[in-house]
């Protein structure tokens, strides 16, 4: 199908689509530049970061060391797996109640349903402060607990308004059709509702996910034991702020090729998700966000 264009346009001439292919190839390289050189330090051989000043575009012995050393059972080690227990729990638990609310609010004549929706939209306009959320956490106990990480954010005001109004543009003929033949909200949701809400759902997902594993701020404010730092904390303290990360083993490689090996795990499961979901990106996000 060949593509049309509006009269006042005009098609483009060869000139101007090759100043877009040019301008699109350039865009490109800025951003993959800066990454592969990440990539190619935190494999770099310590003579090759000596030698070329601490960043290496490409290295003449390519080597895992650094991440040998970093994922030995040390702070790393940990970190991930902090990181990846709450990113995998707090993203259920944010799903499902998420799901139970947005479906909740999406059903007309709900008892209740439009002061609490007004009262949600409130707390997005107007979102809590630093030390109210931190007087919260410490006055139900969370202080020093992995639940600080994943409660306090358990929904998520945009995502919430997405699903809702991704639920509200279901045919209420559908439902009714349902409820006619014996069917119950738990049913209809579960049997109807979800089944036609895979593009949406991994779309909040990944948003969840996402946020869940780029936590680190509040670690640093709610915990006093670094051992349950997240990756993302870890990151920040080894890397921007220049902590040394051999206090577990003898790290012999460059404190260059360290701190990179450390970005690379740190982004390297968030970059490998995106591709898999990103063709329920339009699907899922827009249609939920036109009729909210």
């Not at 012999?252 to 970005?263: F, I, L, R, Y």
Request: glycine share 8%; with cysteine.
């Amino acid at each position: 199908m060949r593509a049309t264009y509006p009269a006042w346009q005009g098609k483009p001439g060869p000139g101007l689509r090759l100043a877009k292919a040019v301008a699109l190839v350039v865009i490109v390289l800025l951003v993959l530049f800066p990454l592969w050189t990440v990539v190619a330090t935190s494999l770099a051989s310590p003579q090759d970061v000596i030698a070329n000043g601490g960043w290496v575009v490409w290295p003449e012995r390519f080597t895992f060391g650094a991440y040998s050393e970093i994922l030995d059972g040390g702070v790393v080690t940990r970190a991930l797996l902090v990181s990846g227990g709450v990113t995998v729990i707090g993203t259920a638990l944010s799903l499902v109640c998420t799901v139970g609310l947005a479906y909740a609010l999406s059903r007309p004549h709900v008892y209740g349903g439009r002061p609490m929706l007004l009262l949600i939209l409130f707390t997005f306009l107007f979102p809590p402060g630093m030390i109210p959320l931190f007087l919260v956490v410490r006055t139900t106990g969370l202080f020093d607990s992995y639940a600080a990480l994943v409660l306090p954010f358990l929904i998520n005001v945009f995502n919430l308004i997405v699903l809702r109004g991704f639920f509200q543009s279901i045919p209420a003929e559908l439902l009714e059709a349902a409820r006619i033949d014996g069917a119950g909200e738990l049913t209809m949701l579960w049997r109807i509702v979800l089944p036609l809400s895979k593009a949406v759902l991994a779309v909040v997902s990944l948003f969840y996910a996402v946020a869940y594993w780029n936590r680190f701020f509040e670690a640093i404010i709610y915990f006093n034991d670094q051992t349950k730092w997240p990756i993302g904390t870890v990151l920040r303290q080894y890397v921007t702020g220049g902590a040394d990360l051999s206090g577990d083993s003898t790290v012999t490689s460059a404190p260059q090729s360290t701190q990179m090996a450390v970005v690379v795990l740190a982004v390297a499961p968030i970059v490998c998700i995106y591709p898999l979901l990103q063709r329920y990106f339009v699907k899922g996000v827009l249609t939920g966000a036109v009729k909210a």
